[in-house]
């Protein structure tokens, strides 16, 4: 028994000089598009920040009239006729998206109607439409709301909230069957096994998950709102914020600053809007993932920890 294992125990040894495996040598691949590329766009982007620089703007103008009264003035009524128009086009929207889901065939086919004449035909026409509607409305009697004359209703506030809100509710309604429809069907048929109606199981059951498909191209539709909103100047005469700045720019000549002026203000509103639209995605997130995606002030906090970490470790080290 000796014997054999004398024997093959040498035989069975790993031969020597052999005990590490050699190290490999990683040569990175180099990308030369990526260099060409990137030498490309800068040179591009330096002739063209060369053409503005060069350009005749008095860019002075810009924070000079950043916070005019009249610029806050016209950003005020941006922010609340958008709000309100989103407010109105989601609530008709939930109401029409509801019609097209319905098996009744006269409600659904309204609904269809109604989003085919309101996408189908351009928002500034429709609120050409509500302002102008005096020309063949003199006079408005709805039993409840009466006016001897059209324009003292039809301010153009309401021309541009109507206008708005109207052609946005088409749009949110696709939007809220869409995610109607992403919420599997058993959920309905548990919660009409249990003995819930129609109606609640709709607001209890469905909309609660359907709003995390509904939440992304909602707060998609409201950032696009507020740029859309610059149209009622032009059709309904409301005094918001780009035709505030057009009416400065035509009183004091500097009538690109004054576009300038206003893309400023509306680069803010929608960067403003769009974190709220990142913390609402992130709340209706709630039980689809499986952890929530860090906030920015997480990732800047996690990453100064671990810079600190790393700091420390190689001072330790």
Known sequence: MTADLEKTGPADAPP?????????????VRHYGRWVSAVVVL????LLINAFAGANVNYHAIPDYLFNSNVLSGLGKTV???????????????????MRLSKNPVTSSVAWVYIWFFRGTPV????????????IFPEINLGFIYRDYM?????????????????????????????IQSVDEGQTEAAHALGMSQGRTLRRIVLPQAMRVIVPPTGNEFI????????????AQYLEL?????????TTGATVEMLFLAAVWYLILTSVFSVGQYYLERYYARGALRSLPLTPFQKIKANLAGFGGRTKGGATA
Do not use: C, H
């Open 16 to 28: 020597p000089g052999n005990d590490e495996p050699e190290a490999i040598k990683a040569i990175p």
């Open 43 to 46: 040179a591009l982007l330096g």
């Open 80 to 98: 609340l006729i958008s709000v309100l128009s989103m407010a109105l086009g989601l609530v008709l929207g939930v109401v029409l998206a509801v």
């Open 124 to 135: 500034y026409v429709q609120l050409l439409v509500w302002f102008n509607l005096a020309l």
């Open 151 to 179: 324009s003292s209703f039809m301010t153009p506030f309401m021309a541009a909230l109507l206008g708005l809100g109207l052609n946005e509710a088409a749009y949110m309604s696709e939007i809220v069957r869409g995610g």
């Open 224 to 235: 696009n709102m507020l740029k859309t909103s610059s149209l009622a100047a032009g059709a």
């Open 242 to 250: 780009l035709r505030s700045t057009s009416d400065i720019g035509q």
